[in-house]
């Protein structure tokens, strides 16, 4: 708290250049009576104001961190914001598992009461996209750095129909986005990943990335966000405009059938493979938050070297040399006591 006492303002001024609290307000005054002193003192006070400089670079770091700090929030809010959607996703399925396996042994709850908790995860599940964030998406995977992503495919271009097509390239283009860049050339014998590598490549300037579902059938993605402005703009050589069709989540609790043992029994197997993938989010959510709350991390400034930034400040304070306490003078210039708890206040 050494510089906070330096910087606090005083009503109270002395002609004394050895008390600090006079030496900034005075030395002022101190230094135009005695111009010529000062110019006199400049060549020896200038190794002092460099060594004080140099020292006192230190008291940066306070605010490059607070700079990086805010660079970070988004990213603390979107793990955050999905932890806690996560959470609450996981209660409900670990609560409907319990039902339908005592259901499925015959000692389960009444039917309207599994009806509730499904009718519950369902509500749930259409709020995702408002309590969630943006970094869940319709499949509970989160994704730090893509955000949430909507996959869905492009009717007509399926690796069926590409691998059957012979030699083709395709041009696309996506709204006002295209040209010679956006073409993807198609070639006999090219097996389905090489397929969609070529037009992953292809699309990629135009954030559209292109992949393969567990079937090696061709599926687009896209940020979520951007989805709406991405749907409807799509062309191709040859075919113009083409349609799009969003790939709805793969938990969809409103079409369970829960009057038989088959229907219970997918039920259930559903409900534990979504279990499964929100564990996994979960970790990766904790996982992006922890990153983003070290790379915030704030190490201690030495108290020795905060010592001898507050001594090399009081002696530059202290002097009659115009130069320094010009420098000093000008720095402080809307430093209030409340700015430096604030600065203090990021250590």
């Excluded at 829960?258 to 997918?266: K, V, Y």
């Amino acid at each position: 708290m050494a510089m906070e006492a330096l910087l606090r303002p005083t009503s109270t001024s002395t002609a004394s250049g050895a008390d600090l609290k006079g030496g900034v307000v005075s030395g002022n005054t101190g230094a135009q009576s005695t111009a010529a002193t000062g110019r006199t003192h400049a060549l020896q006070s200038a190794s002092s104001a460099e060594r004080t400089i140099g020292r006192a670079a230190p008291t940066a770091s306070p605010l490059r961190r607070g700079i990086g700090m805010q660079q970070n929030q988004g990213e603390v809010a979107r793990a955050q914001q999905a932890l806690d959607y996560l959470e609450r996703m996981a209660g409900q399925l670990e609560a409907l598992k319990g039902d339908l396996s005592a259901r499925l042994s015959g000692r389960g709850a009444a039917s309207r009461e599994l009806e509730a908790r499904v009718r519950q995860l369902a509500a749930t599940l259409e709020a995702r996209r408002q309590q969630a964030g943006d970094g869940l998406d319709a499949q509970l995977d989160f994704d730090a750095v893509k955000g949430a992503q909507q996959r869905f495919r492009i009717q007509g271009l399926d690796i069926a129909s590409l691998k059957a097509g012979g030699a083709q390239t395709l041009g696309f283009s996506v709204g006002s986005a295209g040209g010679p860049q956006l073409a993807a050339a198609i070639e006999p014998g090219m097996t389905p990943e090489e397929i969609a590598r070529r037009l992953d490549r292809t699309l990629a300037p135009v954030q559209v990335r292109a992949g393969l579902d567990r079937d090696r059938e061709l599926v687009f993605t896209t940020r979520e966000s951007a989805f709406a402005g991405v749907k409807d703009a799509i062309a191709v050589t040859g075919r113009g405009r083409v349609d799009t069709v969003a790939l709805p989540s793969s938990l969809a609790p409103q079409a369970w059938e829960l009057g038989n043992p088959d229907a219970l029994r997918q039920s259930l197997r559903e409900v534990v493979q979504a279990l499964a993938r929100v564990r996994r989010s979960q970790d990766a959510a904790s996982l992006a938050l922890s990153t983003a709350v070290a790379r915030t991390a704030q190490p201690e400034i030495p108290t020795a070297e905060l010592a001898m930034i507050a001594r090399d400040f009081t002696a530059t304070a202290a002097s009659h040399d115009y130069e320094s306490l010009l420098a000093i003078t000008s720095a402080l210039v809307g430093v209030s006591r409340e700015r430096v708890h604030a600065l203090l206040g990021l250590r």
